[in-house]
């Protein structure tokens, strides 16, 4: 019996189902449910919530969601060797765990959710990034989850929640910022992990914003960071003159100096700069 449930503890089941970590597949796993409790918890009120699970192993985090009251948790993992372990967690809680064995970036869960939806996961970065972008990007607004809850590399959640002025602030930042409020609410060692990763980690908690703090058309904030961030020592009049002959003209109207840099702007004026861009 394990400390938040009648389950074995992970290491039981990590050893009864072979679940060896695979390198390939990102598996650096929680085994301490205390800890997966309380990251859990940073998720916020589940018991009025299904939760989106990508990438949950040998279900340490799943455990802790559902201990922490989840009303239903939808768990998509790509290693079919987790699925016997998974089953037994959803045995354990009837009706509350769906199991899908295949690639979240390929699968589609909103059809198997009822909102309020919210995503939880410790997944590979790599992975995990790509499907923040994903998720922060959708084409209309509120999306379909109301938070997210996702383990990162130190840095990268840094980058998410950087401000202007920082080396970290870019591209990122702003995506997170616009639309939704995004903090780090947990740092982890390497050793909270098996086996541990060389990085340290931190888990940051977004809330979908129920409209932009800024209105702004998307595609052109999307070109407009592209191009500044890409160049972030240049000053904006060189970095976004690719994007139009007149920018000179296009910051001046929107009350940002030519001789400014990309890091040096809110996201405020960022979506300033995109409206007025648009509406020439
Ligand atoms: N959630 C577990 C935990 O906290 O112990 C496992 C975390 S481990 C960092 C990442 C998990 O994501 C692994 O179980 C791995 O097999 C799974 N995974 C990797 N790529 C995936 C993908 N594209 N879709 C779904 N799951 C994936």
Redesign the pocket.
Known sequence: MSAIDDLPP?RAVIAEHGLS??KS???????DLNL?AK?ARQAGDLSSSDVL??????????RGLLAEGARRVLA????AR?VPALQQIADTYPGRLEIVN??????DPEARLTPPIRIA????YN?GTE?LTRWLDPPDWPPFWTSLTL?FQKEVAERIVARPGSKAYGRLAILAQWRSEARIVMELPPEA??PP?KIRSAVVHLTALPEPRFPAPADRLFRLTTAAFGQRRKMLRASLKPLHPEIEDILAEAGIAPTRRAEELSVEEFCTLARTWAAR
């Not at 597949?25 to 085994?31: K, R, T």
């Not at 998509?76 to 290693?79: F, G, L």
């Open positions: 992970l970590a695979r597949l990102g598996q650096n796993f929680l085994l997966t990251i699970e990508i990438g949950p192993g040998p279900g340490g985090l799943t998509i993992e790509k290693d987790c295949g690639d979240a970036l390929e699968i996961a410790n997944l590979p992975v499907l383990m992990f098996t990763p």
